[in-house]
DNA sequence: CACTCTACCTGTGCGC
DNA sequence: TGCGCACAGGTAGAGT
């Protein structure tokens, strides 16, 4: 499932690859499944997408946002992404071979393409006129976020953990592999409640979610059951119930928090 | 406010 | 072999 790190992974390849998306003419868009477009007609976003160039990529939490401008250059837009939960987008060749999934196509110039595959469907493209539309809705992204800030924001709050850490309104980028990998890190169980917290054990909380997204990014994200073929981030404890722990060697053990798998070491990781 | 549930989707893997 | 079913989970929206 793409989190923060795997949408920072396909951000890069889109605007630092060979090609890069930046300065790139959309010359028509087709769209295979007209679900995937949210909040305007299908129509709407072809008429405001085809002819524009492709000015700037960039990411807040799991949202991706494209910076277009009309051929003129005097009308703006975005266009924003959400993978959720199997999206994925490529920047290929035409010739390249088509994803059996793929909902959404933009097709540029010098015979490239921008595919946006999708077995779930999932997945969503929309636009808006600042990005803001979106982010006012969201915490501060979970990785560009500081210490101090983290802090202040978790001392509002009383709730668990797990949930908490979920909220995209709390802060924005992780999702439930990330979730468990973070506070594995931080040795605090899923159900603990922040009230509960130590003032140490805040600052390991912070530590563990920043590191480990830092860590996923430069391994360009994890790769679940072979979703993320280029990430080789290393689980700790996602999915590895019945495993041993890589720390202390108790079996991870799998409860169900918040209507999600969670995966924890009960030893690295008691309740206060 | 905090939580729970459901809908949206489809591929996978299980039991029978 | 094949069928039915539970399951995976990000988000929105409704309900408790």
């Not at 779930?120 to 539309?133: I, K, T």
């Not at 202040?152 to 980028?173: C, E, I, N």
């Not at 912070?206 to 679940?224: P, S, T, Y």
């Not at 996602?238 to 969670?262: D, E, F, H, M």
Request: with cysteine; net charge positive.
């Amino acid at each position: 499932m793409p989190e923060l790190p795997e949408v920072e992974s396909v951000r890069r390849i889109l605007v630092d690859g060979t090609p890069s998306l930046l300065g790139a003419v959309v010359w028509n868009v087709d769209i295979l499944r007209a679900s995937v477009v949210d909040g305007l007609s299908t129509e709407q976003l072809r008429r405001q997408v085809e002819g524009a160039t492709v000015h700037e990529v960039f990411r807040h939490g799991k949202y991706l946002f494209f910076r277009l401008s009309n051929a003129r250059g005097t009308n703006f837009c975005w266009m924003a992404v959400h993978l959720r939960m199997t999206g994925r987008l490529f920047l290929v060749s035409e010739e390249s071979a088509i994803a059996p999934h793929t909902r959404f196509v933009l097709h540029l110039e010098n015979r490239q393409v921008l595919r946006f595959d999708d077995p779930r469907a999932f997945g969503r493209v929309w636009l808006v006129s600042d990005p803001a539309e979106v982010i006012s809705r969201l915490g501060p992204d979970a990785l560009a976020i500081g210490k101090d800030m983290f802090l202040q924001r978790l001392s509002g709050q009383r709730r668990q953990l797990k949930p908490l850490l979920l909220d995209q309104s709390f802060v924005a980028g992780l999702g439930n592999i990330y979730v468990d990998e973070s506070l594995f890190r931080a040795r605090l169980h899923p159900l603990q409640s922040v009230t509960g917290l130590r003032g140490d054990e805040r600052e390991r909380l912070f530590a563990a979610v920043h590191e480990v997204l830092q860590q996923a990014v430069d391994c360009k994200g994890a790769n679940i059951d072979g979703v993320f073929e280029a990430g080789n981030f290393p689980v700790a404890v996602y999915g590895r119930n019945g495993t041993p722990c890589p720390v202390c060697g108790s079996s991870i053990v799998k409860l169900r928090v918040a209507q999600r798998g969670t995966h924890l070491c009960p030893s690295c990781q008691p309740m206060n």
